[in-house]
């Protein structure tokens, strides 16, 4: 919904695209009714027809391309709604003496949201997700360990097979004002300007805001006294799900140097049961699902496609094994090699380097943001979190 809502944003406000906001307002609440029979009746020809009838009126009262016209005007060039999974990030380009102009127009769209074509902005995602969850029955994995491990998460919902529904519209405006709340946003501006002008500019734009502050949900990962393991049936392709608590994460590229060792095709997993099972499938994920301060898990998922038995075992006792030892200053070079192309692949657009801040500023509020050349980590970095990670107690969804 949150992400829906975005992308509706740019259709405008009602100060911005409405010829008459209460004649708009009705009509938008009557379409959302009609959307309503038709989902519940999809064979229904009156219902159908009656979407279409109130859909051309509440288009009459509106023009879904004046908010993006008048950005444009500003200028601000190329707005788009980038979907970052846990995050969605609105982007777009200006010129500095636009800036103060660009900030009223993105603070009316904050303030004054009218969320029109909600219903052909969730439509798609949830589509996306309905095909997903049917292709990847592994899913089903993931949604055990986070109930074994984080039965609160709101990421079991996304892992469920979403319900064919239509958006209720004030439901869609308190996650609009929830999701854009500036307790839950960040601004981020990166391009030769006058910082300490804009900063001082910006301060009085956004001085207030009229939404609710929403209310604050900590989801954190409980500490197992001892191993915990659930039979998933149904999922051919064998292995299972293992999910350990992560510790406090002070230095988030260790982690990633981490998980994408744990994956390697050269890495320790796949040195130590390649002989045995040499079709290994390794998919790993941390922090996984994205909590702020990487508060979550590091999630294993492995599988045969041999059907050969017993790899969870295998792997959990292969982890505890590797964790023990010294891990050697270029053990993790061809992943940071990788990391580094990643890294300047982003930092060659600078509108790509500041979407990719604002995920790190709210993904990592703790940590400093560091824009320049990634440093290598040796294993005294790497090794602690594993070290910790894998002698705790895991969560096991094991697929039968």
């Known amino acids: 919904m949150a992400l829906a809502t975005a992308r509706a944003s740019l259709a405008g406000t009602w100060s911005t695209g409405s010829r008459n906001p209460q004649a708009e307002r009705e009509a938008l609440n009557k379409l959302e009714a009609a959307w309503q029979q038709q989902v519940a009746r999809p064979g229904d020809p009156k219902a159908a027809t009656n979407v279409v009838t109130i859909d051309k009126e509440a288009a009459e009262l509106s023009d879904h391309r004046m908010f993006t016209r008048v950005l444009a005007a500003a200028p601000a060039l190329q707005p788009e709604v980038l979907d970052r999974g846990a995050f969605a990030v609105f982007a777009l380009s200006t010129t500095e003496s636009a800036i103060e102009t660009v900030a009223k127009l993105l603070l009316e769209r904050r303030e004054d949201q009218a969320l029109r074509g909600l ?51 004030d439901q869609a405006q308190a996650t609009w004002q929830a999701s854009q709340h500036p307790t839950n946003t960040v601004n981020v501006l990166i391009g030769n300007f006058n910082a300490k002008h804009i900063k001082e500019t910006l301060k009085q734009v956004f001085a207030g805001t009229n939404l609710v502050a929403p209310t604050r949900r900590e989801v954190s990962p409980s500490t197992l006294r001892g191993q915990r393991r659930s039979i998933v049936p149904g999922i051919t392709s064998g292995g299972g799900a293992i999910a350990w608590t992560l510790p406090p994460i002070t230095d988030p590229t260790a982690l990633e140097l981490a998980r994408r060792w744990l994956m390697d095709e050269r890495g320790p997993l796949r040195r130590a049961l390649g002989k045995a099972r040499p079709n290994l499938v390794i998919d790993c994920r941390a922090p996984w699902p994205m909590t702020a301060n990487g508060q979550s898990l590091l999630l294993l998922d492995v599988q045969d496609p041999n059907g050969k ?83 705790s107690h895991p969560a096991i969804a094991e697929a039968k």
């Open 119 to 169: 219903f052909r902005a969730w439509m798609p995602r949830l589509m996306a997700q309905s095909e997903t969850h049917a292709k990847h029955p592994r899913r089903r994995l993931y949604t055990e360990v986070l109930a074994l491990l984080m039965p609160s998460s709101p990421a079991i919902a996304l892992l469920d097979a979403p319900p064919i529904t239509v958006p209720d519209r």
């Open 309 to 391: 038995p017993g790899l969870v075992d295998e792997v959990i006792a292969i982890c505890k094994t590797i964790a023990d030892k010294p891990f050697s200053q270029g053990q993790f070079y061809r992943n940071y090699l990788q990391l580094m192309h990643d890294w300047n692949q982003t930092s060659d657009s600078p509108r790509a380097v500041a979407v990719m801040l604002a995920e790190r500023a709210l993904a990592w509020p703790s940590v400093k943001l560091d824009r320049l050349a990634l440093r290598q980590r040796k294993g005294d970095a790497v090794q602690p979190i594993l070290k910790t990670v894998f002698a």
